[in-house]
């Protein structure tokens, strides 16, 4: 079993930069994969980006390639989401995911946090 946590999110301007966390509880989560999914009020989850266990592989949602940077630290069992350059269209709840396959599904994770708000005024 893995548990999820994330934080970080918040009200920012656009233009401004957020970096949310994804902290995780159990030994194996080195081992998985971890996305991140955002999901906007009437809008189904998208993924926007997601890790390899050791961080080779990484994969970006067009929408926020040059913007976002995914990372892990697995000596504290975290992921990170660096978002820059926020625009409104970013607002959502987002949520960070581990599963054991590099998809962009959610039916791809097994596992899921409880989600932290992102919202980006105009």
């Known amino acids: 079993q893995v548990q999820l946590v994330e934080s970080g999110g918040g009200l920012v301007q656009a233009g401004d930069s957020l970096r949310l966390s994804c902290t995780a509880s159990?030994?194996?989560?080195?081992?998985?994969?971890v996305g991140w999914f955002r999901q906007a009020p009437g809008k189904e989850r998208e993924n926007v980006a997601y890790?390899?266990?050791?961080?080779?592989?990484?994969y970006y949602a067009d929408s926020v390639k040059g913007r976002f940077t995914i990372s892990r630290d697995n000596g504290k069992n975290t992921v990170y989401l660096q978002m820059n350059n926020l625009k409104a269209e970013d607002t959502a709840v987002y949520y960070c995911?581990?599963?054991?396959?590099?998809?962009?599904?959610?039916?791809?994770?097994?596992?899921w946090g409880q989600g932290t708000q992102v919202t980006v005024s105009s």
């Open positions: 995911a581990a599963g054991r396959v590099a998809g962009t599904h959610p039916r791809d994770f097994n596992y």
């Open positions: 159990g030994r194996t989560f080195s081992s998985y994969v």
């Open positions: 890790i390899s266990s050791n961080s080779i592989l990484t």
